[in-house]
């Protein structure tokens, strides 16, 4: 990656944080820890302390709720393709101490497809979510399904409005491994306690999947050589590869 895409990226990130009290080395290895490890903006406080780092919780929370969204779309514009016989399914997630729904797909060797957190569970939130994931990865040949009488209009509006030939079945079988995926983002998202209002969480959840798909390896290298580490792809990024541990 040569030296101008590396800079300006980076002046993205420092544009969206405006004012950087910290070094951004600082600000994005205590985000990854947030969205890689189950643990709190507050155990990422006393973590930096103990690293001579004094840093507020609440500043933590700022800069994921920034940078989160900035690192997830460059992730998406260098993921790797996905297969496409689809596993599609929602979980849950609390907002504002109310239940919402995350709509997540796997392909059938567990790679994200992709995911979408709405506020509702309907035939509106499932074509969005389907939209979506079609935009990023082309018309599957097949998708499977839950019972769920939404997802099923939706693909069948989606077949109506393309007349692509996708074969939708419904198997609580065939979907157990987008179901076992589930507590990969669960395990993260359980020590947050919920979350304080939509904004946050959406940003916060596109950081914890993103993560996740680094995590499982979707990243495609910016280059031949030895593969990178988790961090390593996590801070490969924003190409700016001073990034190490504090």
Not at 116 to 141: C, M, N, S, V, Y
Request: proline share 3%; hydrophobic share 40%.
């Amino acid at each position: 990656m040569d030296d101008f895409r590396k800079s300006l990226i980076k002046s993205t990130l420092c544009k969206v944080l405006k004012r950087l009290h910290y070094p951004l080395e600082v600000m994005m290895l205590c985000v990854r820890w947030y969205v890689a490890y189950p643990l709190s903006f507050r155990h990422i406080e006393e973590i930096m302390q103990e690293r001579g780092v004094v840093v507020d919780h609440a500043t933590v929370h700022r800069w994921a709720v920034k940078m989160l969204p900035v690192l997830a779309k460059i992730f998406r514009s260098r993921k790797r393709s996905v297969g496409r016989s689809w596993r599609m399914d929602e979980t849950y997630i609390k907002v504002k101490g109310q239940w919402k729904y995350l709509y997540r797909a796997v392909d059938r060797e567990g790679q994200t497809i992709d995911f979408l957190l709405t506020a509702k569970r309907d035939l509106a939130a499932a074509r969005r979510f389907f939209e979506r994931a079609i935009g990023q990865h082309d018309l599957p040949d097949s998708i499977t399904i839950d019972k769920s009488g939404a997802n099923t209009a939706a693909i069948l509006s989606i077949i109506a409005d393309t007349g692509a030939d996708i074969q939708m079945r419904q198997s609580k079988y065939l979907n157990n491994i987008v179901e076992q995926d589930h507590r990969a983002i669960k395990r993260i998202t359980r020590p947050m306690m919920g979350f304080k209002n939509f904004h946050c969480a959406q940003a916060i959840i596109a950081g914890i999947e993103t993560m996740h798909m680094i995590q499982k390896r979707q990243m495609i290298p910016a280059s031949k050589g030895q593969p990178l580490s988790k961090a390593e792809q996590f801070y490969k990024r924003e190409q700016d590869t001073s990034l190490h541990s504090v």
